[in-house]
């Protein structure tokens, strides 16, 4: 039995109903079916899912544990993994739209390396960094930037994704043609469930207009098997030359936000490349790794609420990102432990310190 991914199964039951009473869509959008019971069933042969009651009855101690992890009832959580080698894929709520925040700059790296394979752009090519003006909230439909120091392309790229650069974000997105060239970049490939609408320091500027806990916003969403499949395809060089492919598989090797979530979840053999994002009452990873067979795994955890209340996450913001870290993290696990088929003696002995 593969205790992590079951049991994710599992919570999906538990969260489509709550959402199902409560939920509000910020803007339309065509609705999806949720998929993950299929998926489940196609790709494991098993017919063996708990009811829609969360006290459910359990196989083990453990099974309740990472049911508990991912339960979704302050919030929302979005799962989905592709194993490489086999295709098989785990979705919680994969085709429901989350918050990108900075998990949407993976994409615009994409699209600016495949135009570097192209020849319309060089790495080596400097740009100003785009800083933000401040300006209040909602007064405009792009938040002012004014120019700053010149740095090469290659630099940029780098500080995007490993230290989550918001200035050398805009400035490649100016580059590439802004949002909706990503969009459409994105879409050529055959990715749906994705939408770039703003620019960083306008998404920045305007962060809580919306609780993702309980509203959908479309605006600069995706789907976690959306960021999945981007990652699947980026580290499988579908979409790009070896050396650009593995130029953004190494910035993501290095960044260096986000310690406490997916990283600190996975043993350092995982060889975790990631990317994190974080706004308003949300948290998010996506990122690759490598199970003990040496099997390659893309992941995309998307966590919104988990504070039991707005006022709650404005009396105690840290304590409000901790806990959605540690879901990240323990999900991350799970997922680890679920592809591997580790038994929960394993799960439970296994050496998970990361030093970070």
């Known amino acids: 039995m593969r205790f992590g991914l079951n049991t994710l199964a599992r919570l999906g039951a538990t969260i489509v109903p709550a959402l199902a009473l409560g939920l509000a869509v910020a803007s339309p959008v065509q609705a999806q079916s949720t998929s993950f019971e299929a998926a489940f069933d196609s790709t494991f042969g098993t017919k063996t899912r708990a009811p829609e009651r969360f006290d459910a009855v359990y196989g083990s101690d453990f099974e309740k544990r990472i049911a508990q992890i991912a339960d979704g009832g302050k919030g929302r959580i979005g799962v989905a993994a592709i194993d490489l080698a086999t295709g098989k894929q785990v979705s919680v709520l994969g085709d429901q739209r989350f918050p990108m925040a900075s998990t949407s700059k993976v994409a615009i790296a994409a699209v600016f390396m495949a135009g570097v394979d192209q ?9 100003a960094l785009l800083r933000p003006v401040r300006s209040a909230k909602y007064s405009s439909k792009r938040a002012p930037v004014r120019k700053g120091e010149y740095i090469s392309a290659r630099e940029h790229l780098d500080l995007m994704i490993s230290k989550s650069c918001n200035a050398c974000t805009d400035t490649l997105l100016r580059v590439v043609g802004g949002p909706a060239a990503v969009n459409a970049w994105m879409r050529s490939v055959g990715i749906e469930g994705f939408e770039l609408s703003r620019d960083i320091a306008t998404l ?4 809580g207009e919306y609780d993702p806990a309980t509203v959908i916003d479309t605006r600069d969403s995706a789907t976690p098997l959306a960021m999945a499949r ?13 050396y650009s492919r593995d130029i953004i598989i190494g910035a993501m090797e290095r960044t260096t936000t986000g310690k406490k979530r997916m990283r600190s979840g996975l043993p350092l053999s995982a060889n975790v490349a990631h990317k994190t994002g974080t706004l308003n009452r949300t948290a998010s990873d996506i990122g690759i790794f490598q199970t003990p067979d040496g099997r390659t795994i893309a992941a995309a955890i998307y966590v919104t609420g988990q504070s039991a209340s707005s006022a709650d996450e404005a009396r105690n913001k840290r304590e409000a990102r901790r806990m959605r870290d540690e879901r990240i993290a323990q999900i991350a696990r799970a997922l680890y432990n679920g592809y591997a088929g580790s038994n929960e003696r394993q799960w439970a002995d296994a050496d998970y310190r990361t030093g970070g």
């Open 204 to 207: 920045v500027r305007d962060d």
């Open 230 to 242: 981007l990652l699947a395809g980026i580290y499988q060089g579908e979409w790009h030359s070896k």
């Open 119 to 127: 020849g319309r752009w060089s790495l080596t090519s400097e740009y």
